[in-house]
């Protein structure tokens, strides 16, 4: 036995374990010490709470001073967010410390009150004096054209025409009693806009000055189409008579120039204008108008004022706003910082250069019930700020946002602060850039009832989360709301296993022509759905069918279930269509002429 080896073996030993020793303190060190993982990842915790805290006391406090300005009081006490609803629903005040509802402390009362009384009064805009509309004195010269006094209630348009065309005076939203026209070069009519040929006017190239009396609803616009032969000036509006049902509208084409503001009791359609400023004063003198004149189709627009409507404080409903504004590049962040009534959005820059959202763009209209329509055929949008309905609390409706969009992602808590949400239909139709959703995206809209089209023709999304639906318990509808997506190989089984009252699954997965299999149980919780017409319309990889409908006893509509699905070998009708008519399950498995038995199944079921 050599000694020396055995001794040298034994320290090595030694060693080897001090060292083991001295490495197993740092890590204890690493991660329960002083500042260690373990410390680190807890005071993480508390300080996401804490934000949490303070986010929700700020938004609290922000809705109760919008509530004390628009009774005209004084702002609210920051005590008063510990007494709110919202915040109790959340939170404990236990004497001297904030908890949470697992009894957690989060922050102390002192400290979240010093908080709030950070908040400067700017939080909240004071709404401005509504504005009187100037006197007007006759005669008056505006444009080259003078107006004399026995003309100031007559609207007043100023046409230019660069080849030979006709003007007509159509119907627009209704049809009201005799306008008068001077049509400018010759000719004095009377008569109801609509097809009578009085309503139409020859004119030749030139200037001519038209005067309307009577105004109330009409369209001017050219019989045939030929809006690039004339441009219109507003030299004058006139006389509008009191309007509190809001019947008077106007369209107008090809508008070049507004020399006047509008007054109250109109609203105008400018549709392909030809302005590129929008005059700030344009609808100033419109303090309790609740639909607002726009345009629509105008290419020459590419920015807008942010003070546009500052003063239409009255102003519950926007429709059509910059649409087809195909040169549009930017929004102002505070377009509707005073718009503190506006309960409904429908329709509103569509199809544009848009390329960012302001994140505070709908921050002050925290009465807001309805959006549809917005930031659509916006190729250049890329995002979506988290927040952007934050403070819409009182939503029930979102619709056809973002659709044929380049957005990429959809931030998790996007609809996080709308927890009345009852209807989320077609969010992110024909967006091609999508390619997964965070299975919390829905978490906190517990109320939704349907969920129809909201994610139809994301063409390149590949997965379904689980999960997506858990928390969603009242939805009715499905329909359409996965149809034509492209690169969805797979359907999760539990996908609508929480969703017990829901009722149509009408085109659900219709041309999702990845999919090849579907999960047996799919619809096993579904007891209370009625429709499958189309469910898997046109899924050509589909090749088999399990027994997919033992569970939903309700059902009574499979017209076209399985139309189209090419790749199916056998054909069996599922078991619940053998206690319906004919006509309840008509043409299920139209066209799906590879299937082996074919020729051999009932012509009810082909067509």
Known sequence: MNLGKKGIT?????????????????VIQMVLGENGLFVKATQSKQEQAKSELYETAKLEYLDLKTK????????????????????????????????????????????????????????????????????QSY????????????????????????EQTKLAIRQYTYVPDNIEVEWGNWGYRTFKPGNDPQAEHEYHPGEFTMKIKGAKSFSLENPRGEYDKFEVTVLNW??????????????????????MPEPNDVTVEYNLALLSNIPEDLFKYKPIRKKISFFNSCPNITSIPEDLYKYNTGMTEIYNIFN?????????????????????????????????IPENLFKYNTKLESIRYIFSSSPYLRSIPENLFKYNKELTTISNLFQSSNISSIPENLFKYNTKLKNINS??????????????????NTEVENFEDVFNGTINLETIPENLFQYNKKVISFKRAFGQNNKIK????????????????????????????????????NTKAKSFMQTFYSCEKLNSIPNLFQHNINADNFIQTFAFCTSLTYLSL??????????????????????????????????
């Open 10 to 26: 034994l320290l090595a030993l030694v060693i080897t374990i001090i060292i083991m020793l001295l490495l197993a303190g740092v």
């Open 68 to 135: 004390a300005i628009e009774q005209g009081q004084q702002d609210p006490p920051v005590t008063a967010v510990l007494a709110s609803n919202d915040f109790l629903a959340k939170y404990t005040v236990d004497g001297s410390n904030i908890k949470d509802k697992k009894g957690d402390i989060i922050e102390t009362r002192d400290n979240l009150l010093d908080k709030l009384e950070g908040m400067s009064s700017s939080d909240v805009p004071i709404e401005p004096s509504p504005q009187t509309y100037p006197e």
């Open 139 to 162: 005669p008056k010269t505006i444009d080259g054209v003078t107006i004399q006094e026995k003309d100031k209630d007559k609207l007043i348009l100023k046409i230019k025409i660069k």
């Open 238 to 259: 006139g006389n509008f008579e009191n309007d509190p049902d809001e019947k008077n509208n106007i369209r107008l084409y090809c508008v070049k120039d507004i020399k």
């Open 324 to 356: 087809d504004c195909n040169n549009l590049t930017t929004v102002p962040e505070g377009l509707f910082k005073y718009n503190k009534n506006l309960i409904k959005i429908n329709a509103m820059f569509s199809n544009n250069k848009i390329s960012s």
């Open 427 to 444: 969010i992110f139709h024909a967006n091609y850039s999508i390619k997964t959703i965070s299975e919390n995206l829905f978490k906190y």
């Open 490 to 525: 797979t359907i999760p089984e539990n996908l609508f296993k929480h969703n017990t009252e829901a009722e149509n699954f009408e085109y659900t997965f219709a041309m999702c022509r990845e999919i090849t299999t579907i999960p047996e149980n799919l619809f096993k919780y």
């Open 574 to 607: 599922p078991g619940r269509c053998y206690s319906l008519q004919e006509s309840q399950y008509r043409a299920i498995f139209a066209e799906c002429t590879n299937a082996y038995n074919y020729g051999s199944i009932p012509e009810s079921w082909k067509q």
